[in-house]
C-alpha cells in the first residue's frame, strides 16, 4: 500500500511559480513511475506530466511542455512539480499519481491516488 500526500498548491498571479510535492510513503518508492494529473471545474480529470522510477525518461501534456517540470528524490520518497509561467487555465486541482506501470500510469489508470492540491491562477 502506498500513500501520497501532495502539498504546495495555493494561489498565484498570471505568470508566477508554484512547486508541488507529492510524498510517498513506503520502501519501494523507486519500484514506481510517477505521476500528476490535474482536474479544473466541470471538467475531467487530465494526465500532465510523468517520470519513470528512476527519473531517465519524462513525458509531459502538450501545454505544460516548456514550462512544467517533473521531477523526483528517490532518497526522500518525493516527487515535485515546477510550474513556471502559469496560467489562469493552469487553475485546477492537482493530483500525484503513482503506477507499477508506467503505460497505465500515463493512461491515467494509476495504483494509487494522493488527496489532491488546489492551484489557482489569477489573471
Known amino acids: 500500500q502506498v500513500q501520497l500526500v501532495e502539498s504546495g498548491g495555493g494561489l498565484v498571479q498570471a505568470g508566477g511559480s508554484l512547486r508541488l510535492s507529492c510524498a510517498a510513503s513506503g520502501r519501494t518508492f523507486s519500484s514506481y513511475a510517477m505521476g500528476w494529473f490535474r482536474q479544473a471545474p466541470g471538467k475531467q480529470r487530465e494526465f500532465v506530466a510523468a517520470i519513470s522510477g528512476s527519473g531517465s525518461t519524462r513525458y509531459y501534456v502538450d501545454s505544460s511542455k516548456g514550462r512544467f517540470t517533473i521531477s523526483r528524490d528517490n532518497g526522500n520518497n518525493t516527487v515535485y512539480l515546477q510550474m513556471n509561467s502559469l496560467k489562469p487555465e493552469d487553475t485546477a486541482v492537482y493530483y500525484c499519481?503513482?503506477?507499477?506501470?508506467?503505460?497505465?500510469?500515463?493512461?491515467?489508470?494509476?495504483?494509487?491516488w494522493g488527496q489532491g492540491t488546489q492551484v489557482t491562477v489569477s489573471s
Open positions: 499519481a503513482a503506477s507499477t506501470a508506467f503505460p497505465l500510469l500515463r493512461a491515467g489508470k494509476p495504483d494509487y
